[in-house]
């Protein structure tokens, strides 16, 4: 195999992902130091096409990095008014009073938004102050000098299916820079492969996920109440999983409507995405929607393990920023305000480190920034929560969960210490002889829909000539391991009906559809036989989400 020539450019500091965490690094770099060189990749065909949250936005990152955000026109102009919590029965629903909750987990004072175009805004901004932003390549390798990140290979295009030089094959081109910020988002490729050759995760617990899935919906006029936030646990989970729903109000008669499931669950033939669609059946669900119409879907991965997760965030020439460090806030289910936070103190870091001469060593600061600072104190307070629920089911976990962050927020300390997570997600996953399979009602078409079809409202888009980016590690697994063992789990746990096995003469068989890939990662997350690596695929291809 040839060794591929290609040209390097030399910046101060390479971000890799225009999400909230790297485009915050870009800005404060250039707020500190305007003469610094500082290049943002994206993966997304624009800013913002691979961003997807549900989202209500605490603004303190934002309130910090841009304090008049509002005056220079911020898309974000929907308050929260009304905060409403529900546990779901079958065919009824129980409000759950505001009144017991801890104070930190009040919406009040928050903005409903979309954070693909606050994003888009942020680029703007970024972009105003000399940030060079370059959508649509794809950061696919590191560039290592021994065990320093030295940068990232981007814009490699026209690969073949098999993986040979097309004949418009672009090699891409090295980005070299004095630091390298990781901000892919949750299990973003690079960060794996950073991850696994430092062991960034020893010592930690491994980390936590849930797979969001989001329908932004077009309501009638009269039953829209600008500035809503209603969350829901209960049905259609049940025992089945952890998990809840969001359905925000935002301006323009629009709605998000999005459901969580976390990964932990045991039952292999457990079908998220219809668990969602079935969701969407409830009275006071489908009395909200009926008469509205679908306009957009999406799903993508959210880190849940929380402050025991958080792996070791540097490395010789390089940071973990966002959800590549794992920095959700569970209960309160936001983390675009410890994103910006991250990449904030991240760029405070490698400012400081440049103007002393440094280059390619490990950002200690930042790190202990992070641990010590505005995100440890949000993250903290909610650490127990998450392993409660996982521990002890749903109703044990609300209450000693609730008990736990009130003495957390009010004293500073917790009686249960810090509680521990046990296996990965993907070792969560039984065996299918244990379990019953789940019947899923057919989706109507009015309000539940078939995963092709909502994947088609998603806009993904894959050049099929190039090589799969989703790789098995060993082909011959899902059909000879997972399939008699697990009942193939994949084909049920993506959301966008990538994975199929196929009936053949020759027997079953396993075909990959990458061109719905999603990026939503579950697969990388979930596979009990972990045989699933997501790479990114040639730049500029995966979803083109409007405005989720």
Aim: contains cysteine; proline residues 7%; glycine residues 12%.
């Amino acid at each position: 195999m040839t060794e591929v020539t290609r040209e390097s450019m030399e910046y101060d500091v390479v971000i890799v992902g225009a999400g909230p965490a790297g485009l915050s690094a870009a800005i404060r770099l250039k707020q500190i130091d305007p003469e610094l060189e500082v290049v943002v990749l994206e993966k997304g065909s624009e800013v913002g096409a691979h961003i997807l949250s549900g989202a209500v936005l605490d603004t303190s990152g934002l309130d910090q990095l841009i304090p008049d955000w509002k005056d220079k026109g911020a898309p974000i102009t929907v308050p929260v008014k009304k905060d409403n919590f529900y546990m779901l029965g079958e065919a009824g629903a129980m409000r759950i009073p505001n009144w017991p909750m801890p104070p930190l987990m009040s919406n009040h004072g928050k903005y409903i938004v979309s954070m693909g175009n606050v994003c888009r805004w942020m680029a703007e901004q970024a972009e105003g102050l000399g940030v060079e932003i370059f959508p649509g390549m794809a950061a696919s390798e590191i560039v290592w000098d021994g065990d320093r990140v030295a940068g990232v290979v981007a814009g490699e295009f026209g690969k073949e299916a098999d993986g040979s030089e097309g004949p418009g094959y672009e090699p891409g081109m090295e980005l070299r820079g004095k630091y390298v910020m990781i901000a892919e988002g949750v299990r973003g490729s690079l960060a794996k492969v950073v991850m696994e050759k430092h062991n960034l995760s020893d010592g930690h617990c491994p980390q936590k996920f849930g797979l969001g899935m989001k329908e932004i919906w077009e309501i009638d006029p009269a039953k829209h109440r600008e500035g809503t936030v209603t969350h829901t646990m209960g049905w259609p989970l049940n025992g089945n999983a952890g998990g809840g729903s969001f359905i925000y109000h935002l301006e323009n008669n629009q709605v998000y409507v999005g459901f969580v499931v976390h990964l932990n669950y045991e039952n292999p033939y457990l079908y998220p995405y219809m668990e969602f669609q079935r969701f969407k059946h409830h009275p006071m669900v489908a009395e909200l929607l009926e008469g509205g119409k679908r306009v957009a879907y999406g799903a993508r991965a959210i880190s849940e393990g929380g402050w025991q997760s958080i792996p070791k965030l540097t490395v010789p020439g390089a940071v973990l920023l966002g959800c590549s460090a794992g920095l959700v806030n569970v209960p309160r289910i936001k983390g675009n305000h410890n994103a910006m936070l991250s990449g904030i103190a991240a760029a405070e870091a490698a400012a400081a480190a440049i103007k002393g001469g440094r280059s390619g060593d490990e950002l200690v600061e930042y790190e202990a920034d992070l641990r010590s600072g505005p995100i440890a104190k949000d993250l903290k307070k909610v650490r127990n929560v998450k392993p409660m629920w996982s521990k002890w089911g749903m109703i044990p976990s609300l209450v000693f969960g609730g008990f736990d962050m009130w003495t957390n927020d009010l004293f500073g300390f917790s009686l249960f210490g810090t509680l521990k997570h046990g296996k990965s997600d993907a070792k969560a996953t039984g065996e299918a002889k244990n379990f019953k399979e789940i019947e899923y009602p057919k989706p109507d078409g009015k309000l539940s829909f078939d995963r092709l079809t909502n994947v088609s409202f998603s806009f993904t888009n894959h050049e099929e000539s190039q090589p799969c980016h989703l790789k098995l590690k060993d082909p011959s697994v899902p059909i000879s391991v997972n399939l008699p063992k697990f009942a193939e789990p994949a084909q049920r746990y993506c959301p966008a009906g990538v994975y199929e096995v196929l009936e053949s003469a020759e027997g079953p068989e396993f075909r990959i559809n990458f061109q719905n890939c999603v990026h939503c990662k579950t697969c990388d997350i979930k596979d009990p036989s972990q045989n699933i690596n997501w790479t990114t695929p040639q730049g500029g291809d995966g979803p083109n989400y409007p405005n989720m």
